[in-house]
C-alpha cells in the first residue's frame, strides 16, 4: 500500500523555524522525483520545494533562502526545514512524489506529474 505520511507541523511565532518531515512506504521512493507543496485557506495549491531527477532542486521564489528540502533515500524521507517563518507561510504542507525523469523548475513545482500525496501537516505562523 503507498503512503505518504507526513509531520511536525504546528504553530510558531513569525521569524520562527520548523522541520516537517514526510514518510513514504509501499514503493520505490528513491527513483521518484519529490515535493512539498503547500495550500493556503481559499487558495490553490502551490509548489513550495522539490527534488527532482539527478537531484536537481527547485524552490518557489517567495521561500528561497528560508526554505531547504532534503531527503534521506534509505530511510524513505522528505525533509522540508523552514526558517525566518512568516504569517503567509501558513497553510497545509503536503508532500508528493513522482515517477519518471523531471528536471525542470517549472514542471518540478507544478502539481501534475506527482503521482502519490500525503495528507497534510498544518503550519500556522502568527
Known amino acids: 500500500q503507498v503512503q505518504l505520511v507526513e509531520s511536525g507541523g504546528g504553530s510558531v511565532e513569525a521569524g520562527g523555524s520548523l522541520r516537517i518531515s514526510c514518510v513514504a512506504s509501499?514503493?520505490?521512493?528513491?527513483?521518484?522525483?519529490k515535493a512539498w507543496f503547500r495550500q493556503a485557506p481559499g487558495e490553490e495549491r502551490t509548489g513550495v520545494a522539490a527534488?527532482?531527477?539527478?537531484?536537481?532542486?527547485a524552490y518557489a521564489d517567495f521561500v528561497k533562502g528560508r526554505f531547504t528540502i532534503s531527503k534521506d533515500d534509505a530511510k524513505k524521507i522528505l525533509y522540508l526545514e523552514m526558517h525566518n517563518l512568516k504569517p503567509e507561510d501558513t497553510g497545509i504542507y503536503t508532500c508528493?512524489?513522482?515517477?519518471?525523469?523531471?528536471?525542470?523548475?517549472?514542471?518540478?513545482?507544478?502539481?501534475?506529474?506527482?503521482?502519490?500525496w500525503g495528507q497534510g501537516t498544518q503550519v500556522t505562523v502568527s
Open positions: 508528493a512524489a513522482a515517477r519518471g525523469w523531471w528536471a525542470d523548475t517549472y514542471v518540478l513545482l507544478g502539481p501534475h506529474i506527482y503521482n502519490y
Open positions: 509501499g514503493f520505490a521512493y528513491s527513483s521518484y522525483c
Open positions: 527534488i527532482g531527477s539527478e537531484n536537481t532542486f
